[in-house]
């Protein structure tokens, strides 16, 4: 028996895996129909100058391809938030200010504000030199 066998087996970070497999594959996607479009362009314009019944049928099977991209986008945007959700993680970021919560009346609010005001608020004062002479004038 080598001495490699006897070093645990390190498990991989699942998450981890799916964050970078999801973010890569967000950017082919996202690539691809970025290719797509200036390519579209260009197939527009030959099949207009052309005429040719072809020239359209190829065009409109690219955009079809385009839209179904977009698709698969939107779906691997969809498969991520199942997965969270399945994971118990909330993958909308939270405003910290949703999560305050206050038990107390009006009245306690307005004397809490009016203390604040009171309060002499601590301010610290640093000179900056701003590289200029002010001995010259």
Same mark, same amino acid.
């Given at each position: 028996?080598?001495? %490699?066998? *006897?070093?645990?087996v390190e498990?991989?970070?699942?998450?981890?895996?799916? !964050?970078?497999?999801? $973010?890569?594959?967000? +950017?082919?996607?996202?690539?691809?129909?970025?290719?797509?479009?200036?390519?579209?362009?260009?197939?527009?314009?030959?099949?207009?100058?052309?005429?040719?019944?072809?020239?359209?049928?190829?065009?409109?099977?690219?955009?079809?391809?385009?839209? %179904?991209? *977009?698709?698969?986008?939107?779906?691997?945007?969809?498969?991520?938030?199942? !997965?969270?959700?399945? $994971?118990?993680?909330? +993958?909308?970021?939270?405003?910290?200010?949703?999560?305050?919560?206050?038990?107390?009346?009006?009245?306690?609010?307005?004397?809490?504000?009016?203390?604040?005001?009171?309060e002499?608020?601590?301010?610290?004062?640093?000179?900056?030199?701003?590289?200029?002479?002010?001995?010259?004038?």
């Amino acid at each position: 028996m080598s001495e %490699d066998d *006897n070093r645990p087996v390190e498990e991989p970070n699942v998450r981890e895996d799916q !964050i970078d497999d999801y $973010q890569l594959s967000r +950017a082919i996607y996202a690539r691809l129909i970025q290719h797509g479009m200036k390519g579209l362009d260009r197939l527009s314009e030959i099949a207009k100058e052309s005429e040719h019944p072809r020239c359209f049928e190829i065009l409109g099977t690219y955009i079809k391809n385009i839209g %179904d991209l *977009n698709d698969k986008l939107l779906d691997n945007q969809r498969k991520i938030q199942v !997965i969270n959700q399945e $994971q118990g993680i909330n +993958a909308t970021p939270v405003d910290p200010s949703q999560q305050v919560e206050f038990t107390g009346s009006t009245k306690d609010i307005v004397r809490m504000l009016k203390d604040l005001r009171e309060e002499p608020q601590d301010a610290e004062f640093t000179e900056v030199e701003d590289g200029t002479d002010d001995t010259e004038a």
